[in-house]
């Protein structure tokens, strides 16, 4: 699972993690190279319109669906709080595109607060069985959620005070 595989590959490591330094974020998304290693995928290109230092929305959807369902379009939504914040999409042949975003709050107390409310919210879409919006979650861990169509594509994990969220689109392969 590419998300997956992204996610851990993200996660802070050193002196810096282990004295609990606040992380900058861009020190925290890979280069399209690494995901390209870690996906096993060739050919990927960084897309400089997503390339974004506060998340972005797609409330285009938001009449459609309910509130709770918001934090699967909108990086504003699911990244509540965070700053700084960082956010990648690399591209590929066969429509593939992975996005890496990090936000950091002011807390690791804080980042598991904003991933349990997005977990409960996104359960709570998930449970109202809205119509072309058909998902799952799954609590991975206490500090992992998965968002779950066809295939888990989009992972959220907390490291200290990080929130990290990659999806992976169009890698049925992995």
């Given at each position: 699972m590419a998300a997956a595989a992204v996610v851990s590959a993200c996660l802070p490591v050193?002196?810096?993690a282990a004295a609990g330094a606040a992380p900058n974020p861009d020190v925290l998304v890979l280069s399209v190279e690494d995901v390209g290693a870690v996906a096993g995928a060739t050919g990927l290109v960084s897309d400089p319109a997503r390339d974004l230092h506060r998340p972005g929305g797609?409330?285009?959807?938001?009449?459609?669906?309910?509130?709770?369902?918001?934090?699967?379009?909108?990086?504003?939504?699911?990244?509540s709080g965070a700053a700084p914040f960082r956010s990648v999409t690399y591209t590929g042949a066969a429509n593939r595109a992975l996005t890496q975003a990090v936000g950091v709050y002011p807390s690791g107390i804080d980042a598991k607060a904003a991933l349990q409310t997005l977990g409960?919210?996104?359960l709570a879409c998930s449970n109202d069985?809205?119509?072309n919006l058909s998902f799952s979650v799954q609590v991975l861990d206490p500090t992992t959620v998965a968002v779950c169509f066809s295939q888990c594509s989009t992972i959220y994990r907390t490291s200290g005070p990080a929130l990290i969220g990659v999806t992976a689109v169009s890698y049925t392969h992995l």
């Open positions: 050193g002196p810096a797609n409330h285009q959807y938001d009449a459609q669906y309910p509130a709770e369902c918001q934090g699967i379009f909108n990086q504003d939504v699911a990244f409960t919210n996104l069985n809205v119509a």
